[in-house]
């Protein structure tokens, strides 16, 4: 027979996590601070949408892409 193992929500419903997860500090700080990143991820950008902060070097400009010379 499979053993399945019953997940709960954690942090909002952003993860299911079992009993053994669920009662770990360290998982929970993870989840935590994984959490964090991504909300500080979006707050940069939307400062670079708001033209708060520039947008990175690299990727912008103008792309002269042609099959001809």
Same mark, same amino acid.
């Given at each position: 027979? %499979?053993? @399945?193992?019953?997940?709960?929500? !954690?942090?909002?419903? +952003?993860?299911?996590? %079992?009993? @053994?997860?669920?009662?770990?500090? !360290?998982?929970?700080? +993870? ?32 792309w002269n ?5």
């Amino acid at each position: 027979m %499979n053993k @399945t193992t019953k997940l709960q929500s !954690a942090h909002d419903g +952003a993860f299911l996590v %079992n009993d @053994t997860a669920a009662n770990d500090p !360290a998982v929970q700080s +993870a989840m935590a601070s994984y959490l964090e990143s991504l909300k500080a991820e979006t707050r940069r950008r939307q400062a670079i949408r708001e033209g708060r902060l520039p947008a990175p070097e690299g990727q912008w400009g103008n792309w002269n892409i042609s099959d001809r010379d």
